[in-house]
């Protein structure tokens, strides 16, 4: 399947600072979904880009698709202890999602 | 509404011992999946199940048999456990056939092997 590479593997952050995660790949991606993994927990679904260069809001969290649909990010303004935990990008192939390796994040109080 | 229920959540065994990891959903879902997470990785799929009656084999399924007993139920097996297995496992469905459904996860079952 179509392989996405996410970058940075870890972060740490102090609370407040904003953060950021990139999900990269060699080839053009029909959609990206996002996920949240809590410590000692499952993943839960964020969200879901489909559109070239489409750009979608949460609150305090910014999801963007580029505009080659070869890269993702997701951005998170003003950290809080809350945002503490792995976040995935997936790649929908068919019937298969394909995962990136995650970026944890870790925020100091 | 339980969502995606996983037995056991925790299991130790032996190298060698053999084990079936279950999993269950009630939201009518058509697919369900098999991942295996180790520590500080992502998630890498074992096999899945488009809809009731087909099986196929993910990025890893060497070691594994899968069942898909019923729309609901989506069993695992691991015939001879080995060290090597020790890991997290999450079970998953969503809907798909049209659109792209997000999936749905279980609490998953931490198993070590000795």
């Known amino acids: 399947g179509q392989q996405v590479m996410q970058i940075p593997q870890y972060q740490h952050v102090q609370e407040g600072e904003d953060f950021t995660t990139y999900c990269n790949s060699s080839t053009t991606l029909s959609n990206i979904q996002w996920y949240k993994q809590r410590p000692g927990g499952h993943p839960v679904f964020l969200i879901q880009l489909v559109k070239s260069g489409e750009v979608k809001k949460q609150k305090r969290l910014t999801f963007q698709f580029g505009e080659a649909k070869k890269n993702s990010s997701l951005h998170i303004t003003a950290t809080q202890t809350t945002d503490v935990g792995t976040y995935f990008c997936s790649n929908n192939a068919g019937n298969m999602l394909t995962f990136g390796g995650g970026t944890r994040l870790m925020v100091k109080p | 509404n339980a969502g995606v229920t996983q037995t056991p959540k925790f299991q130790v065994l032996k190298t060698g011992q053999s084990m079936t990891l279950q999993c269950a959903q009630d939201?009518?879902?058509?697919?369900m999946y098999w991942y295996r997470q180790d520590p500080g990785m992502g998630l890498r799929l074992i096999y899945y199940?488009?809809?009731?009656?087909?099986?196929d084999k993910g990025e890893v399924p060497n070691g594994y048999n899968v069942s898909r007993l019923n729309k609901r139920e989506f069993s695992l097996r691991l015939e001879s456990a080995a060290p090597s297995q020790t890991s997290v496992y999450f079970c998953a469905s969503r809907e798909w056939g049209y659109s792209n459904q997000p999936q749905h996860f279980g609490d998953g079952t931490r198993l070590s092997i000795l």
């Open positions: 199940s488009a809809s009731e009656g087909t099986t």
């Open positions: 939201m009518n879902h058509n697919s």
